[in-house]
């Protein structure tokens, strides 16, 4: 079941295996969603763990 809810970017735990290294674009993306919002939303599990997002929260706890 999707469930739509808000929470900090501190309540969210980045999966420890992600692959990707994206730090090099963390300030861009935090500049737009300071402009434009949050267009893409990040995914989490039931655990509140990262499955699609990290460089959103990255950016989102830069501001947190």
Same mark, same amino acid.
């Given at each position: 079941m999707?469930?739509? @809810?808000q ?5 969210? #735990? ?5 692959p +990707? *290294? =994206? *730090?090099?674009?963390v *300030?861009a993306?935090?500049?737009?969603? #300071? +402009?434009? /919002?949050? +267009? ?5 599990? @039931?655990a /509140?763990?990262?499955?699609? /997002?990290? #460089?959103r929260?990255?950016?989102? +706890? =830069?501001? *947190?």
């Amino acid at each position: 079941m999707l469930k739509i @809810e808000q929470r900090a970017p501190s309540a969210i #735990t980045p999966y420890e295996k992600n692959p +990707r *290294d =994206n *730090d090099a674009a963390v *300030d861009a993306v935090a500049e737009s969603i #300071t +402009r434009l /919002g949050f +267009r893409q939303p990040i995914v989490v599990d @039931e655990a /509140g763990v990262i499955v699609c /997002g990290h #460089t959103r929260w990255k950016a989102a +706890r =830069n501001s *947190d």
